[in-house]
């Protein structure tokens, strides 16, 4: 069982960064990739960002490759979201989600194959 807290969303400006944070509890975190999903209002939930478990690979959705950073610390139980340049559509609510031994790409991009998720944290981008 694990249990998944995000943090660090808020208000701000079109260019402006934040760091999204995200608190996992249980023991074999380190069994568990890592990933970052949105939803805006009136559409779908989004693929944003994930991290294999073994670590060894990052994955992107288009729209925020080299603006946003998927980092995670295994000691700390911890998975972080450095958005960088970021634009009125990021606006949304950011979901924390763990999938254990994810490894493919295509599983990792799939939000019903994750097993654990956090309750969200709002990102709002002002223009």
């Known amino acids: 069982q694990a249990q998944l807290v995000e943090s660090g969303g808020g208000l701000v400006q079109a260019g402006d960064s934040l760091r999204l944070s995200c608190a996992a509890s249980?023991?074999?975190?380190?069994?568990?990739?890592m990933g970052w999903f949105r939803q805006a209002p009136g559409k779908e939930r989004e693929f944003v960002a994930a991290f294999s478990w073994s670590g060894g690979s990052t994955y992107y959705a288009d729209s925020v490759k080299g603006r946003f950073t998927i980092s995670r610390d295994n000691a700390k139980k911890m998975v972080y979201l450095q958005m960088n340049s970021l634009k009125p559509e990021d606006t949304a609510v950011y979901y924390c989600a763990a999938i254990r031994w994810g490894t493919s790409p295509q599983e990792l991009k799939t939000g019903w194959k994750y097993d654990y998720w956090g309750q969200g944290t709002q990102v709002t981008v002002s223009s």
């Open positions: 249980g023991r074999t975190f380190s069994n568990y990739a």
